[in-house]
């Protein structure tokens, strides 16, 4: 069964309004959490690293203040989409490492802005 | 920094061909890992294998099989008897080796057409 899981898996949303996607580790603990974003037909773009109980570390080009990411437990990592726009409209993913092994990634979110 | 490339964006064959992906990589680590995922339409990301880069032996998984050549930087996968499930996108990724499941520097993938 899946060890990390995803919600919502599909979700549309009107222009400026706010969207959270919801990532939770199943089973073990997870200090940290990537999240990832996939436009169609490209490859996954590590969007930022969710660290519980502290703050997240983004990547370059990515706006911290429209993606905002909590981690606030060793299960749970939210990422809000705030001020939606349709360019913001892509798949979601995010993943939760585990030492030694290969990390496990949620079933993904695919968000449509309209 | 790392980088990832899958030279080829689409790869079309007919049912029972065998069919390679090529992945070639570039680190400054001197450890680190090696994965490939699968992604169907669905869009979950299926993981097929990871391989450390002190691990040059070849593997096979049934009709899977892949070839680490740690001389010219590659990490190629082949599915051999191809089949219409096989139809999907497939990713090879990096990661640094402090701890495998660390962040995963993704190729741009190659999509798999498998007719029948």
């Known amino acids: 069964g899946a060890v990390v899981s995803q919600h919502p898996s599909r979700v549309i949303c009107k222009s400026g309004t706010s969207v959270k996607i919801e990532c939770r580790s199943l089973?073990?603990?997870?200090?940290?959490m990537f999240w990832y974003r996939q436009f169609p037909k490209q490859s996954l773009m590590l969007m930022a690293t969710?660290?519980?109980?502290?703050?997240?570390?983004?990547e370059q080009g990515v706006e911290k203040d429209k993606f905002l990411i909590n981690h606030a437990s060793l299960t749970l990592s939210t990422l809000t989409v705030t001020s939606a726009h349709p360019e913001d409209s892509s798949f979601y993913i995010c993943?939760?490492?585990?030492?030694?092994?290969?990390?496990?990634f949620g079933q993904g979110t695919r968000l449509t802005v309209v | 920094a790392q980088k990832v490339t899958q030279a080829q964006t689409e790869i079309s064959v007919v049912e029972k061909e065998d069919v390679t992906l090529d992945c070639v990589y570039e680190?400054?680590?001197?450890?680190?890992?090696l994965f490939w995922y699968k992604q169907p339409p669905s869009g979950e990301l299926v993981f097929l294998i990871r391989?450390?880069?002190?691990?040059?032996q070849n593997e096979i998984s049934g009709r899977y099989s892949w070839n680490f050549q740690k001389s010219t930087s590659s990490f190629n996968f082949t599915i051999t008897a191809s089949q219409v499930v096989d139809s999907a996108v497939y990713f090879c990724?990096?990661?640094?080796?402090?701890?495998?499941?660390?962040?995963?520097?993704f190729g741009g993938g190659t999509r798999v057409l498998v007719k029948p």
């Open positions: 680190t400054r680590d001197t450890t680190y890992y």
């Open positions: 990724a990096l990661s640094e080796a402090r701890a495998a499941g660390n962040k995963l520097t």
């Open positions: 391989r450390n880069s002190f691990d040059e």
């Open positions: 969710s660290n519980e109980g502290s703050k997240a570390t983004y």
């Open positions: 993943s939760a490492p585990r030492l030694h092994r290969e990390a496990f």
């Open positions: 089973d073990f603990q997870a200090t940290t």
